[in-house]
């Protein structure tokens, strides 16, 4: 089925855990599975597909409003279908962030540029997009260290969902990821997620088109109530304390207020 932005959504976010009064529990709880959520397109010069790393839910609390955001897997930039010399010279990390009609390009050079954002109509580069969306047919939370260390040692795929809000713009969002890394200490009783790149968006202001608001982080986290992340932005490399250079780079760790969760996700 192809998607528009007014489908986007549609992903049972009731279940995801997003009310607005911290006190609501969801009856049931949702999120993809992403080992086989993928967004295909249909452009007949490269049907390309991507894979889901991430997906970011935007409320507006204010407006009643919600959107969805999808952040795929990077490629390296490339001569496309070309005979031979395949990879371009000048190398870069090209990622597309999908939110509704609009499109996020990510190009990260080996030096920071002007080029590194760039704002497209999704139809324009690559057609219509067809989301392949998968959700894991039996989702649990795992609430206590007991529960993530034992399931931490299986081949059972972690997810993550990390919501944070601002009260002053009446901004929320919930990002919601796989969780590639789990640190588990058993001696002392402490798990803690450290896993990346996340979409992570501005909530201090309203962007338009709002994938405009987000940034790449890392998510790390050890508890229920709290969030830290390190953004990617523009990065000063010095020498002998003069600035030579400035790189995209993931730096000046931050952290938030936020609800947490940790999920097992299974396809049975």
């Known amino acids: 089925m192809t998607a528009s932005r007014r489908e ?6 009731a279940g995801v855990g997003t009310a607005s009064d911290a006190d609501d529990e969801p009856a049931t709880v949702e999120c ?24 970011t839910i935007l409320f507006d609390d204010q407006a009643g409003t919600q959107d969805v955001i999808y ?30 009609e609009d499109l996020l390009i990510l190009r990260r050079h080996a030096d920071a540029r002007d080029r590194y954002r760039e704002l497209r109509k999704v139809k324009q580069v690559w057609g219509e997009p067809v989301l392949r969306l998968h959700h894991g047919k039996t989702v649990s939370e795992l609430k206590t260290f007991e529960e993530i260390r034992d399931v ?9 969902q990390t919501e944070i809000t601002n009260a002053k713009t009446q901004l929320r969002c919930l ?7 789990m640190n588990i200490d058993r001696n002392n009783s402490i798990w803690q997620v450290d896993t990346g790149p996340v979409a992570f968006p501005d909530l201090t202001r309203r ?3 709002f994938v405009d608001s987000v940034r790449l982080a890392f998510a790390v986290f050890n508890a229920a109530d709290f969030c830290d992340f390190v953004i990617e932005q523009p990065t000063p490399i010095k020498r002998d304390d003069q600035e030579v250079a400035q790189v995209y780079h993931y730096s000046n760790p931050v952290s938030f207020p936020a609800r947490n969760r940790v999920l097992s996700v299974s396809d049975k």
């Not at 599975?33 to 991430?54: K, L, M, P």
């Not at 930039?77 to 999908?98: C, G, H, R, V, W």
């Not at 990002?175 to 890394?181: A, D, L, S």
Request: with cysteine; net charge negative.
């Open 207 to 209: 962007f338009d088109p």
């Open 71 to 100: 952040q795929c897997g990077s490629c390296k930039s490339e001569n496309t279908f070309a005979k031979q010399n395949l990879l371009m010279e000048d190398n870069y990390d090209f990622m597309p962030i999908y939110g509704g």
């Open 152 to 160: 931490t040692a299986t081949d059972t795929p972690l997810v993550a």
């Open 8 to 13: 986007f959504p549609a992903s049972g976010l």
């Open 175 to 181: 990002m919601e990821y796989p969780v590639k890394t």
């Open 32 to 55: 993809l599975d992403y080992g086989r959520s993928f967004i295909c397109n249909t452009s007949d010069h490269n049907a390309v597909r991507f894979w889901v790393e991430s997906r």
